[in-house]
């Protein structure tokens, strides 16, 4: 049996039995810094905190340790993090996490080249077709869709957060964006307290609209990722989220166990709109059709014993 795959059993029955609650998935938010100033961001509005190599990696670690096996490297924009002193860079990270992390992968705004990234996945930005697109993230849209296609990754992603500013063309946009990247994973804006909040969050009942245009497409053959039990399950936030399953950490390496928003803003599970965490939760709840996602997405590789 490969060791993956003994992992998530053993994981899975310490879990339930033993009541040992461990992480599998790790966030890392490596960085603030970024070139865009997202309307809907409010990361890059917080003081810039560039973590050193060595210190980067610790981190890392640390995540590992604490039972993480898949890590996102996120920000801001990973691709800009550098230590200039060792003249290391992100792709110097990637390479290093790989050696024990199943699956290591990297979420980008998609500005810059996206070729030669040694993640086992790539997350681009996409949020919206070019006016929406510019509004939302700036004048940006024509360079990262030359660089989506010039990429030579094989297993990349976009993922959309859908807001009111883009929620009216959610099928254009997904039928814009399919025959350009192997698949398309979706959430809805969470409001963290910005200004821009107000003109940004998809009430509920909107929400249940754009899920149903979704889950239409995904049974039309476009590359939609989520899976139906996740997306019928996001309607109402009908769901149980088990979020001990996730670690993340922030780039001064502060690290917290639980829901994605702790030490980042205030929590209203009710207003949830992150997937990856319904998928996730769904998973543990022995979903066939969430396991499936994981499965397809990281590309879990063998880890040397």
Partial sequence: MSNWVSYFLKYYF????????????????????????????????????EPKYQEALETVKKMYQMGARILIFEGGEPLLWKDKELNKDIIDLIKEAKKFYFSVGITTNGTLKLNDIPSDVIWVSFDGLKETYNKVRGVFFDRVIKNIKESNHENLYVNITINKINAFEIEEMVKFISPLVKGITIQFHYPYGIEEDKDLFVPIEERKIIIDKLINLKKKGYPLADSYVCLQSMKNNSWKCHDWMLVNANPDGSITQGCYLKSRGKIFCNLCGFAAHVEISKAFDLSLSCINVGRKIFKYRQIPA
Avoid: D, Q
């Avoid at 790790?26 to 070139?35: E, F, L, P, R």
């Avoid at 100033?37 to 890059?44: S, V």
């Fill in 14 to 49: 310490e879990t339930k039995i033993f009541k040992r609650k461990k992480p599998i998935l790790a966030g890392y938010k490596i960085t603030y810094n970024c070139n865009l100033r997202c309307i809907h961001c409010p990361y890059w509005r917080k003081v810039h905190f």
